[in-house]
């Protein structure tokens, strides 16, 4: 498995943990202070099962020009031809990725590129790991463009998770193993790679975010000026 453990000890907190943190935090404080001390215990489990939730280790990306590299952690569960039913238009590689409530959930950007498209889909919320989920479930698609070549990213949510954040926007330049987002509470990320691309990882491979690479995309090709195109010998 190709899994590099290049990151340091530093640690933070995605922003959209803190609402959860402070809420849960601060009712254990007033449950204390009104002697409902069974309360603020199962309080200050919560609250430390958010810091936990939300925590968001620093990576570092180490990925060449035509690697892909993961944009969660989590354990693969499909590294294959796509299937028609739950993947774009055209033909595609997948990787998916299961997260489960303990995996990091904070994504990253799997390839640097330029975001072409940001689509949110209005779905159900069936167990992450079920097939169907791909195509039925509440996600999020941002579309990369690398060099003419097309990498989709979608955020799929699960059955406990019930909000998707995506901080990008269409038309920005963004860098493989940067943050993009995060999902909350056990989901999935689906990755749809253009045909040509090879997979370095398989089915049950457990893999981190920003780090571990999936794939390698075929090499992008030059683009000849109108000069060189014309050119013929003599």
């Known amino acids: 498995m190709f899994f590099t453990r290049r990151y340091n000890l530093k640690m933070r907190i995605d922003p959209a943990g803190w609402p959860f943190i402070a809420g849960s935090a601060i009712l254990a404080g007033v449950s204390y202070a009104l002697g409902a001390l069974l309360v603020a215990l199962?309080?200050?489990?919560?609250?430390?099962?958010?810091?936990?939730?939300f925590r968001d280790p620093e990576r570092l990306t180490t990925a060449g020009p035509d690697d892909v590299v993961s944009p969660a952690d989590g354990r693969v569960m499909i590294?294959?031809?796509a299937e028609a039913a739950a993947s774009p238009p055209g033909s595609w590689h997948q990787i998916s990725i299961f997260l489960s409530p303990a995996d990091v959930h904070v994504n990253r950007i799997p390839v640097t590129g330029v975001v072409t498209r940001v689509t949110r889909i209005i779905g159900v919320f069936l167990p992450?790991?079920?097939?169907?989920a791909a195509s039925r479930n509440d996600r999020?698609?941002?579309w990369i463009d690398r060099g003419g070549q097309t990498v989709i990213c979608r955020q799929v949510v699960g059955i406990?998770?019930?909000?998707?954040?995506?901080?990008?926007?269409?038309?920005?330049?963004?860098t493989a193993g940067e943050r993009y987002g995060i999902m909350k509470f056990g989901s999935r990320i689906d990755l749809f790679l253009p045909p040509g691309s090879t997979m370095l990882v398989r089915v049950g491979d457990r893999v981190q975010g920003?780090?571990?690479r999936l794939a390698t995309l075929p090499a992008v090709q030059p683009v000849l000026s109108h000069a060189a195109r014309d050119f013929s010998p003599a």
Do not use: H, N, S
Not at 42 to 53: G, N, S
Not at 128 to 132: I, K, N, V
Not at 167 to 174: A, F, I, L, T, Y
């Open 42 to 53: 199962v309080l200050l489990i919560l609250t430390a099962f958010f810091v936990f939730f």
């Open 79 to 81: 590294a294959a031809d």
């Open 128 to 132: 992450a790991y079920r097939p169907e």
């Open 140 to 142: 999020t698609e941002i």
């Open 160 to 174: 406990l998770a019930r909000r998707i954040v995506c901080r990008v926007k269409e038309g920005q330049p963004v």
């Open 210 to 212: 920003g780090v571990t």
